[in-house]
């Protein structure tokens, strides 16, 4: 079964950093892109950023770019979001995602989430 | 950006009635177009990929159609289970991008 388990949320000042885990089980890591989505209270979803199954595509919302990582270790089966810079309006649930098909040029379809890892920035 | 415009932002129907949810993409992005459901508090569920595929084990009554700019969605007879905020999201370029959601309610 696959499973996605986000960790590191917390309160924040603005200014602040964070860096967010997602811990992955049940399929082959290696061979999948992941993706970052958040969710603001009482909002809708925004991709935040994701990488591909061997790391050639990253991309980076708009809102995030400069001051967002994403990055991924194979080897521990773990998907990471370093973010800085942190501002009112990163406070959101953020979920972790898988994509559907393995081994794509670029993230594209989200078949297995998380239950997400609240972050709130406030001061 | 490629930027998603759903509408209705909200409907209301009843039980047994056919809804159609509408999304329009800001350029053409062929058929890259997936809807997810999400219902409250919980993650949200891939239904349709690829604009008209359907996921697997997900009811016949969901259905997708649609390409270039404009895609639907619909449900062809609501059940009380499929209460829930409907987004559309496309893949043709990065960032990915999702519409601002539709929330289905029962009458």
């Known amino acids: 079964e696959v499973q996605l388990v986000e960790s590191g949320g917390g309160v924040v000042r603005p200014g602040g950093s964070l860096r967010l885990s997602c811990a992955a089980s049940?399929?082959?890591?290696?061979?999948?892109?992941m993706s970052w989505v958040r969710q603001a209270p009482g909002k809708g979803l925004e991709w935040v950023s994701g990488?591909?199954?061997?790391?050639?595509?990253?991309g980076y919302a708009d809102s995030v770019k400069g001051r967002f990582t994403i990055s991924r270790d194979n080897a521990k089966n773990s998907l990471y979001l370093q973010m800085n810079s942190l501002r009112a309006e990163d406070t959101a649930l953020y979920y972790c995602?898988?994509?559907?098909?393995?081994?794509?040029?670029?993230?594209?379809?989200?078949?297995?989430w998380g239950q997400g890892t609240l972050v709130t920035v406030s001061s | 950006d490629i930027q998603m415009t759903q509408s209705p932002s909200s409907l209301s129907a009843s039980v047994g009635d056919r809804v159609t949810i509408t999304c329009q993409a800001s350029q053409d992005i062929s058929n890259y177009l997936n809807w997810y459901q999400q219902k409250p508090g919980k993650a949200p569920k891939l239904l349709i990929y690829?604009?008209?595929n359907l996921e697997t084990g997900v009811p016949s009554r969901f259905s997708g159609s649609g390409s270039g700019t404009d895609f639907t969605f619909t449900i062809s007879s609501l059940q009380p289970e499929d209460i829930a905020t409907y987004y559309c999201q496309q893949y043709y370029n990065l960032p990915l991008t999702f519409g601002g959601g539709t929330k289905v309610e029962i009458k």
């Open positions: 049940g399929f082959t890591f290696d061979d999948y892109g």
């Open positions: 990488m591909n199954w061997n790391g050639g595509s990253i």
């Open positions: 690829d604009a008209s």
């Open positions: 995602a898988r994509d559907l098909t393995a081994m794509t040029e670029t993230v594209e379809k989200f078949q297995h």
